[in-house]
């Protein structure tokens, strides 16, 4: 095998997947909506709750909306690697999966293809969501949009891993709902994407702690500070850290002969 053979491979799979985006229209328009209505909705009740004018001038309340765009913009990119694992497990019960999986590639190579045709998706999906913003009059600094790119690229590659973990665990599509409702929503709910840490440690040492540790915070601080030119150094290392783990556990996972693929009778 040589180079050439491993390229043909990647442009196959993440093309592939581009346009399995492409043709499912509603998976697009969903995950924009879930975001815009966290935008336009759950802000529109919190500056209600605390009093504030709806009336222009706009900056008064606005603040809260520009506070938890990176936290949506980091919503995009869980949700998009959970559904990359929801694709997992279903191809995995098509037989397409193991149809991959059987070609003489290694099997770290086709996974990081597969992640990185999520993170692909999920970017083009983020950036949408900043244009809809930005309509909104949720506008960060024009270098801000070039600064968060390296940040989105390996926050969607943290997040993907993390969804290529799941997938080796998950046996049918029906126990994604699970995954949903124990993995995803405590992720983002006991992090740092609506609410500042500091805010957290007011109300509860127990979830200041846990959102201080959750993956999914770091890569939300990482997006937020890159957004507006700054670079958040722990952010960085503790989201790098965390790909490597998942990825690794992943590729593991993958292994019919040490992991979880064994388990599944090698499917």
């Known amino acids: 095998m040589n180079a050439i053979h491993y390229w043909r491979a990647m442009c196959g799979i993440v093309g592939r997947e581009l346009w399995r985006f492409v043709t499912q229209r509603e998976r697009f ?16 009740g919190f500056r ?21 765009t ?26 397409s ?27 083009l999906q983020v950036y949408v969501f900043l ?19 390296p940040a989105l690229l390996l926050s969607g590659a943290m997040l993907g891993a993390l969804g290529l973990l799941l ?10 709902a699970g995954v949903m409702n ?17 805010k957290m440690k007011e109300s509860s040492v127990w979830l200041h702690h846990f959102a201080s540790v959750n993956p999914f915070s770091q890569a939300v601080e990482l997006i937020r500070f ?19 783990i998942f990825m690794i556990v992943a590729v593991l996972g993958y292994n019919p002969s040490k992991g979880m693929m064994m388990k599944k009778g090698g499917r």
């Open 131 to 149: 244009i809809i913003a930005w309509f909104y009059d949720i506008k960060a600094p024009w270098e801000g949009y070039l600064y968060v790119l």
């Open 97 to 123: 999966m193991r149809i991959l999986m059987v070609c003489p590639l290694p099997r770290w190579f086709l996974l990081l293809s597969k992640l990185i045709a999520g993170v692909a998706v999920s970017v």
């Open 182 to 198: 124990f993995v995803i929503f405590p992720m983002f709910f006991m992090s740092t994407a609506l609410y500042p840490l500091w």
């Open 226 to 244: 890159s957004l507006y030119g700054r670079f958040n150094e722990y952010a960085f290392i503790y989201t790098l850290a965390a790909f490597i």
């Open 48 to 68: 209600a709750a605390l009093g504030l004018a709806i009336t222009p001038p706009y900056e008064t309340y606005i603040l809260y909306e520009v506070y938890i």
């Open 70 to 95: 990176p936290g949506l913009m980091g919503m995009i990119q869980l949700f998009n690697g959970m559904q990359s694992s929801l694709s997992m497990v279903y191809d995995r019960e098509m037989g």
């Open 167 to 176: 997938s080796s665990f998950i046996k049918q599509l029906e126990s994604f």
């Open 29 to 44: 328009i969903s995950a924009l909506v879930r975001p815009l209505v966290w935008l336009f909705i759950f802000a529109a």
